[in-house]
């Protein structure tokens, strides 16, 4: 079922139905939007007839200097099958040549008040968002001081406890045992809730409660990036473990990786606490301060002291 359809844009910026009704329900694929001056002009060897079109004074304004038959034809040639929709901006009058052929070939033709620019850039920005690559990880998403944590591991490793903890420290739950994740750009991936279980936490033993209820609108949010993966796993003794931080593991989601820590679990570790403290080294490296590499550089100044001795 297709993501968006041209009346979904209908409905979210409030235009107008000028004509072609009929395919008010054609499918959008394509988050681009094409300003058809070229076309108007006659070229229209590579029209791109699958995106949005949008015609503003500056298309308009030389549309009407050409011949009768020339703006007939041309409203023809712009009004295809898989076109999902013409929208004129500045609430201009729109051409009874383009309304005609709308008609015929049910392309629906829509009106704004909005300046094309702005329009353009609005439209745009809905659709990159509707129509981003998506899938659904199993975990949990927390704010932890401004960072989107994505905690993962084995179901009954302890992951909506340890966000219990952290929401009852101050930090906020995103979501609970289902992440919805878009990637808005070529490194920005975003996690949300389904929303049948938006703001839902369960406990085992204890069953499913309403964070937002119990811990106040404060202690949730609808979405955030995802830019750090805490995986828990359950204490293996015959396993290494890092133990500087100098080894940066990532996990690729879509088509962006994200750092990711594995952290053992087992009893008397506070797993809040740590995932705290990861999240704020986190943001001092990105600010340059890396803990591990300056404790590696002195290491090996002593040792090198130590050998001209």
């Known amino acids: 079922m297709p993501k968006v359809r041209t009346k979904d844009i209908l409905e979210q ?37 699958e995106r949005i079109q949008l015609l503003g004074k500056t298309e308009l304004s030389f549309f009407q200097e050409l011949s009768p038959s020339d ?50 850039s609005r439209l745009t920005n809905f659709l990159e968002s509707k129509l981003a690559p998506t899938t659904a990880v199993h975990g949990v998403l927390v704010d932890v001081y401004g960072i989107g944590v994505l905690i993962t591991g084995k179901s009954g490793v302890g992951k909506s406890e340890t966000a219990l903890e952290l929401v009852k420290r101050g930090h906020r739950l995103v979501a609970d045992d289902c992440v919805e994740i878009r990637q808005e750009d070529q490194d920005t991936l975003v996690g949300s809730s389904p929303d049948l279980i938006e703001h839902l936490l369960e406990i085992r033993g204890l069953g499913i409660i309403n964070v937002m209820t119990l811990f106040g609108a404060g202690a949730v949010r609808s979405h955030k990036r995802i830019t750090l993966i805490m995986n828990l796993e359950i204490w293996d003794a015959k ?71």
């Open 13 to 49: 910026f409030q235009l107008e139905l000028i004509s072609g009704e009929e395919g008010i329900n054609r499918p959008i694929t394509v988050s681009d939007i094409s300003r058809p001056g070229i076309e108007i002009a006659g070229y229209f060897e590579f029209y791109p007839a």
């Open 239 to 309: 396993k290494q473990y890092d133990r500087l931080g100098l080894d940066e593991e990532k996990m690729k989601i879509i088509d962006t990786e994200i750092p990711r820590l594995t952290v053992p679990v087992r009893p008397g570790r506070n797993l809040a606490v740590i995932i705290e403290v990861a999240a704020m080294n986190f943001r001092l490296k990105r600010l340059g301060v890396n803990a591990a590499q300056q404790f590696t550089d002195r290491l090996a100044d002593v040792i090198e002291e130590g050998d001209q001795e």
């Open 71 to 120: 703006r007939a034809s041309r409203m023809e040639r712009l009004c295809t099958d898989v076109t999902p929709a013409i929208i004129v901006t500045r609430g201009i009058e729109v051409p009874d040549e383009l309304i005609e052929a709308s008609e015929r070939e049910s392309v629906p033709v829509l009106r704004t008040n909005m300046v094309t620019t702005r329009f353009s």
